[in-house]
């Protein structure tokens, strides 16, 4: 049964007849379950499940690791974009390789390409990340929900933090009916926080920045004080040099880097050959003045597990920790 309002609907339709002929009611029937409808707040929109959703399709990886945690991923019927395998254990790899994969093809910033109608042929009951050419309205339309992660909402401003990863473990819970285990998961999350914490020590006094730099030349960009991107760099002991620019990512140039002059860098990238990334800064004209090219404290991450707020952010915030925690 699907989630939506409009499967709900139809399939209430068929059993008025069914019912009807056995002596019962039609609204037993229909009952989908002991917890729903469940509406959840997605980028200022409510959306509303009658049901667990059984058919999903996932346009971004960021959901990976929240529906690996509550034990649904049996439930992806079709996967779009990159799914690099450093992000995942055995187990996650093993049940993303069974999902089909509708296309991986992305721009030259990472974004992905895909059709309305190729998302819309599979059926699913709920589509998991926006796109810049399927939103939110086109799915609507045809009464398709979807939910993006928070702060990747479009305008967003707020300042995420690691308290977001447990609120969405806890979101996706309710949309699937999971809330112990995602109580069980929080807690697991938690507990690592504490030990990565404690392995950072306290803060370091250096300075950093989290860029994304244009492969084959382009535009590099930074990430300010509303990215994921911060409350890492201050777990893992640093200050972020663009962390008084309230905007999540925003295009910067060398001159504008030499003048905060951070003493470690962090690049992400969505794919490809890491050293082509940090070729991709290294090689810009003055970046060779930067303190942290000189000292070699230049580290190339992998997006998701800086953004947005999942639990691969927690992994990354313990690989930056071990990167740099002789240095700090």
Do not use: W
Request: glycine content about 8%; some cysteine.
């Amino acid at each position: 049964m699907k989630a939506t309002r409009l499967a709900v609907t139809v399939t209430a339709s068929a059993l008025v007849l069914l019912v009807a002929a056995c002596g019962g009611t039609a609204e037993q029937s229909a009952t989908a379950g002991p917890g729903y409808p469940v509406t959840v707040t997605n980028c200022g929109v409510d959306v509303t499940f009658d049901a667990a959703p059984e058919r999903i399709v996932l346009l971004k990886s960021a959901a990976v690791p929240y529906l690996q945690a509550l034990g649904v991923m049996d439930r992806v019927t079709a996967r779009a974009g990159q799914y690099p395998k450093e992000y995942y254990d055995a187990a996650t790899l093993a049940a993303l390789d069974r999902i089909p994969l509708l296309t991986d093809k992305t721009d030259t910033s990472g974004h992905l390409q895909i059709s309305k109608e190729v998302v819309i042929s599979q059926e699913p009951d709920l589509v998991l990340g926006e796109v810049d050419n399927l939103s939110r309205d086109s799915l609507s339309a045809v009464d398709i929900p979807l939910l993006e992660e928070p702060a990747m909402c479009p305008d967003n401003t707020t300042t995420p933090s690691f308290d977001d990863i447990y609120r969405q473990m806890e979101t996706y819970g309710r949309v699937f009916g999971r809330e112990a285990e995602a109580a069980s998961a929080v807690g697991a999350l938690r507990d690592r926080m504490a030990t990565i914490q404690a392995a950072a020590g306290t803060a370091s006094g250096r300075t950093a920045a989290v860029l994304y730099p244009t492969v084959g030349g382009g535009t590099t960009y930074a990430y300010g004080s509303a990215s994921m991107a911060h409350p890492q760099l201050e777990a893992a002991g640093f200050r972020n040099v663009f962390g008084d620019t309230r905007e999540r990512v925003f295009e910067v140039t060398v001159e504008e880097l030499l003048g905060r002059n951070p003493d470690v860098l962090i690049l992400l990238y969505s794919d490809g050959d890491p050293a082509a990334v940090e070729q991709a800064l290294t090689g810009l004209p003055g970046a060779e003045k930067l303190n942290a090219v000189r000292d070699g404290a230049v580290m190339t991450q992998l997006f998701n597990f800086t953004e947005p707020p999942t639990p691969l952010s927690i992994d990354g915030l313990e690989r930056i920790v071990q990167r740099f925690k002789v240095e700090s």
